[in-house]
């Protein structure tokens, strides 16, 4: 049986457990049958002094395993990276691993740490019931939403050198990616200008339902269902939040923002008192917006923090 010993990079956490050094660096996971020991090199080591930096941070160990297990541990590794990097805002990622006197190492130069903007609290008990609870559901969603993709936007968005403009429009652009992994996974299709399901396609004759379709008129050359036939983007959003449990009313605000910054380019004159409070303002709305929806999405239950929240969390999801 194997040890293999696997190094990340730009992962800030307290430990859940006192390794037997002594200090409290240890944290223990239990996913897809697999016990992963995660220990701090430097538990003392601020996030605040390694922005645009990389750094081992983390070795995570597992025991008692076989040569064919190892690719399967890496996977579930890299899984788990996603849902760190979600949960910290910044990019937490696999730098290599060791397994006896065998090593592999990728180059992470590239990947830089952010300020610090946790989702969730980093001690190792949160973090644990965090990855142990969205886990499944991550690996699930992980294809068919595009789950690393939207972490990926939303990492970039929390840059210290990033505009205020470029931050919203990366949330913004999340939840376009959401929204059209959403109708695809529902049978949608985009036309260019509506979204059709597979099942109700535009109609050259009269469909025996009829009452059910749009009637030709002058510019409606085919028969198109009312429901079915002719989604809108903002339409297909909406029922998106809607999936699980948001109120659509809650909803419009964002994507009217997000329709105005898009097409004209700014949010408020730049010469508007106002213009850095408002962007602030907006992009810690679509932010909490975003960590909602997709914590809701992944399952989980607990407490979280806020874009806003400075002392404890007040995000909560029962």
């Keep these: 049986m194997e040890k293999l010993e696997i190094f990340l990079i730009n992962l800030f956490m307290w ?4 390794s037997t050094q002594g200090v409290r660096d240890t944290t223990i996971i239990h996913c897809e049958g697999f016990v992963f020991e995660f220990r ?28 064919e297990q190892i690719p399967q541990i890496l996977e579930i590794i890299d899984n788990i990276c996603w849902l760190l990097s979600f949960a910290q805002q910044s990019p937490v990622a696999r730098h290599g691993y060791k397994v006896n006197a065998n090593e592999s190492f990728n180059s992470c130069s590239h990947i830089l740490i952010n300020p610090l903007s946790n989702i969730i609290d980093d001690r ?39 505009a205020l403009e470029i931050a919203l429009i990366s949330h913004y652009i999340a939840i376009e990616n ?18 059709i399901h597979k099942n109700f396609p535009h109609l050259d ?20 269902h009312k429901q079915f036939g002719q989604v809108s983007s903002t339409e297909m959003t909406l029922k998106m939040f809607e999936d699980i449990n948001f109120n659509r009313t809650k909803i419009m605000p964002f994507l009217k923002k997000r329709h105005k910054i898009i097409h004209e380019g700014i949010l408020l004159p730049c010469s508007g008192n106002n213009y850095i409070n408002q962007a602030i303002v907006d ?3 679509v932010s909490d917006l975003l960590r909602q929806y997709l914590l809701t999405l992944l399952n989980y239950k607990g407490t ?9 969390c007040s995000g909560l999801i029962t």
Excluded: H, M, W
């Excluded at 983390?58 to 076989?66: A, K, L, P, Q, S």
């Design 283 to 285: 992009r810690c709305d």
């Design 124 to 162: 190792g008990e949160d973090i644990r019931k965090f990855v142990e609870l969205t886990y499944p559901t991550f690996k699930k969603l992980k294809s068919s939403r595009q789950l690393p993709i939207v972490i990926g936007y939303l990492c970039e968005a929390n840059r210290s050198s990033l």
């Design 205 to 224: 004759n009269p469909p025996k339902d009829i009452e059910n379709y749009l009637p030709l008129t002058k510019n409606r050359k085919k028969y198109v």
């Design 40 to 67: 701090q090199q430097d538990i003392k080591l601020k996030q605040s002094e390694y922005i645009n930096k990389t750094i081992i941070t983390t070795i995570v160990t597992v025991r008692n395993i076989t040569e």
């Design 178 to 195: 959401l929204k059209n992994t959403f109708a695809l996974e529902r049978q949608y299709e985009y036309n260019g200008k509506y979204f």
């Design 304 to 312: 979280y923090y806020l874009s806003r929240d400075r002392i404890g």
């Design 15 to 18: 430990g859940e457990l006192f």
